[in-house]
T-cell receptor, first 117, second 114 residues
Framework: GAGVSQSPRYKVAKRGQDVALRCDPI?????LFWYQQALGQGPEFLTY????????KSGLPSDRFFAERPEGSVSTLKIQRTQQEDSAVYLC???????????????FGAGTRLSVL | AQSVTQPDIHITVSEGASLELRCNYS??????LFWYVQSPGQGLQLLLK??????LVQGIKGFEAEFKRSQSSFNLRKPSVHWSDAAEYFC????????????FGQGTTLQVKP
């Protein structure tokens, strides 16, 4: 596609609900990242996929957070039993190659703003 | 641990004035450095990047940045600011390892006065 697409753009959840956030990366991009951006803060890394393999999930804040990319393209970030502190913008990014290096320029989607009431 | 510091949370400049946004990083090896801009409701757009070579890099929208290893800095500059430059600016360092994940600063909000 032309860019990274995320849906929904906005999500309101009641505390305790489960939510699923979707990311469509740029076609053919190997790497996919999820970041969490709290209000007034810079994005913080959550997890990284290289194709369908989740190689780094060190940034996931708790076991309520789960991400998958089963076919190496679309990814879903799932948050179970949402809590108020989960309220943030969730950004997805993709890059053409694997890992760090000269060509690893990340392209970001517009994000999903999650509000937990 | 790697980190990025943007000392100025909020900056206001007059339209047509010059701009400098500060960024300091902490990284053990040669860093990959980026500046991104985020407008309200939008994703992050890459302004410019530094990987190696010439320490003065040019980006889009008339922005440039200078890498200074001795000062661990990568400051963003623009000679003449336009009202459309009002946005939030993020400096980031890329991890040159297995993932290439980005570590962001807190961001600087730029307000432009007419």
């Amino acid at each position: 596609g032309a860019g990274v697409s995320q849906s929904p753009r906005y999500k309101v959840a009641k505390r305790g609900q489960d939510v699923a956030l979707r990311c469509d990366p740029i076609s053919g991009h190997v790497s996919l990242f999820w970041y969490q951006q709290a209000l007034g803060q810079g994005p913080e890394f959550l997890t990284y996929f290289q194709n369908e393999a989740q190689l780094d999930k060190s940034g996931l804040p708790s076991d309520r957070f789960f991400a998958e990319r089963p076919e190496g393209s679309v990814s879903t970030l799932k948050i179970q039993r949402t809590q108020q502190e989960d309220s943030a913008v969730y950004l997805c990014a993709s890059s053409r190659t694997a890992g760090g290096g000269v060509w690893n320029i990340q392209y970001f989607g517009a994000g999903t703003r999650l509000s937990v009431l | 641990a790697q980190s990025v510091t943007q000392p100025d949370i909020h900056i206001t400049v007059s339209e047509g004035a010059s701009l400098e946004l500060r960024c300091n990083y902490s990284y053990g090896a040669t860093p990959y450095l980026f500046w991104y801009v985020q407008s309200p409701g939008q994703g992050l757009q890459l302004l410019l990047k530094y990987f190696s070579g010439d320490t003065l890099v040019q980006g889009i929208k008339g922005f440039e940045a200078e890498f200074k290893r001795s000062q661990s800095s990568f400051n963003l500059r623009k000679p003449s600011v336009h009202w459309s430059d009002a946005a939030e600016y993020f400096c980031a360092v890329g991890e040159a390892g297995n993932t290439g994940k980005l570590i962001f600063g807190q961001g600087t909000t730029l307000q432009v006065k007419p």
